[in-house]
């Protein structure tokens, strides 16, 4: 079996993206050198036009509420469009066979933080939505907003050398082109 494991490699629960993630890494077993780029759920930068951090100040902007749920200290992962392009060109050219890379600059941002960050942008309040009203503030994102997904970049890293050099979402936000 040509199978490369490397340390912090998780395949996940079957189901969805990640049955097609082992599809994907199964042809490493057929002599493909395939590998998988895990790109975060807030995917950030002047190219963003129909993303999830568009859609969090979208919905900021209707309420008048910039939202979290809970306390707000569930974590988020987010990577610059051309950081995450970058690991994609790496990933290429010099990945070993059946591998996953996680393409986060950010690898863990409160969801507080990033509300307030929106909050402040617009001039409008950050709060935390009542567990019965996170469907009626967030519509389609109501099931995914109170989750933790921080994603660790060590070993995409580590083993490709991968840097991200773009700012982070935060500072993204505050380059103005969100809010423009």
Not at 123 to 129: C, D, E, F, K, L
Not at 134 to 159: C, K, S
Request: aromatic share 6%.
């Amino acid at each position: 079996m040509n199978r490369c494991r490397l340390p912090g490699e998780d395949a996940g629960a079957p189901g969805g993206r990640i049955d097609a993630e082992n599809a994907v890494i199964g042809f490493a077993e057929q002599g493909v050198r395939s590998s998988v780029v895990r790109v975060p759920p807030i995917t950030h930068s002047t190219l963003d036009r129909h993303g999830f951090a568009r859609s969090l100040i979208a919905i900021a902007k209707q309420t008048n509420v910039a939202g979290y749920a809970g306390d707000g200290a569930n974590r988020w992962p987010a990577g610059h469009t051309l950081d995450v392009g970058h690991l994609y060109r790496l990933a290429l050219e010099n990945a070993p066979a059946g591998t996953r890379w996680h393409a986060v600059g950010d690898e863990g941002i409160p969801m507080r933080e990033i509300a307030q960050s929106i909050g402040d942008h617009l001039g409008i309040p950050t709060a935390s939505i009542p567990d019965d009203r996170l469907e009626a503030h967030f519509g389609f994102l109501a099931m995914l907003i109170a989750l933790d997904n921080p994603t660790t970049n060590l070993v995409t890293r580590r083993i490709l050398g991968w840097e991200p050099t773009h700012p982070g979402l935060i500072a993204d936000f505050a380059n103005g082109d969100y809010f423009t």
